[in-house]
C-alpha cells in the first residue's frame, strides 16, 4: 500500500510506478478470498469499494495494465465476479464485470477502487419475468412472414430469395 500511496501522490509522472504498485495489490487479491482481502484493507485504513450488487462478491482476476505506443492507461484491467448459483435467471457460472482497479484517497482517507461503468451490477430481468404467452406471441410473430413476402411467394417462390438478396423496395 504504501507504494502505491507514495506513485499516487506524484501522478502523473510516476504512472508506471502507480500502475506497479497496484498491480502488485491486484495480484494479491488474485490469491486471497476477497472477503479476507477486504478485510486486511480496513484493517490498514484502506477503503474497498466495488460496483454494488445484490450478490456475494466471489473473486475477481487482474491483468497486465493496457498500454498503447503514445500512452499508458491508468490503473489495472480486472474482471470481477459475483457468486449467482442459486439466483433465478442468471447464469449458475456466476455474473462477472469487467472493472478498473484504481487506487486514490478520497477525503484524505486511501482507498482501492473497482471502477466499472455500472454503479449497480444486475442483469436487466424486467423482460424475462413476463409471462410466456408474451414470449410465445412475439416468436410466433417473428416466424410469421411478411406481407411482402407472402407477394413475393404468390408469384414465385424463387424470387423471394433473390429479392432478399437484393433488398427490392416493396
Not at 450478490?55 to 475477481?60: D, L, N
Not at 482476476?61 to 498503447?68: G, H, L, N, V
Request: hydrophobic share 40%.
Amino acid at each position: 500500500m504504501a507504494k502505491a500511496d507514495a506513485a499516487y501522490r506524484n501522478l502523473p509522472t510516476s504512472l508506471l510506478d502507480y500502475n506497479s504498485a497496484v498491480q502488485e495489490i491486484c495480484k494479491e487479491l488474485d490469491t486471497t478470498h476477497p472477503s479476507d482481502f477486504a478485510s486486511s484493507l480496513k484493517k490498514l485504513g484502506v477503503s474497498f469499494d466495488r460496483p454494488r450488487s445484490d450478490f456475494r462478491f466471489a473473486m475477481w482476476k487482474s491483468f497486465a495494465p493496457r498500454s498503447t505506443a503514445n500512452a499508458i492507461e491508468i490503473g489495472i484491467p480486472v474482471v470481477v465476479g459475483y457468486e449467482t448459483k442459486d439466483a433465478p435467471l442468471y447464469p449458475p457460472e456466476g455474473l462477472f464485470v469487467d472493472a478498473t482497479a484504481i487506487y486514490d484517497r478520497v477525503s484524505g482517507q486511501p482507498r482501492l477502487e473497482l471502477r466499472s461503468k455500472a454503479n449497480k451490477v444486475n442483469l436487466n430481468v424486467a423482460r424475462m419475468n413476463w409471462p410466456p404467452s408474451y414470449w410465445r406471441e412475439r416468436a410466433f410473430e417473428a416466424a410469421r412472414p411478411t406481407a411482402r413476402e407472402n407477394r413475393l411467394r404468390r408469384h414465385d417462390p424463387a424470387i423471394l430469395n433473390v429479392a432478399e438478396a437484393t433488398d427490392l423496395p416493396a
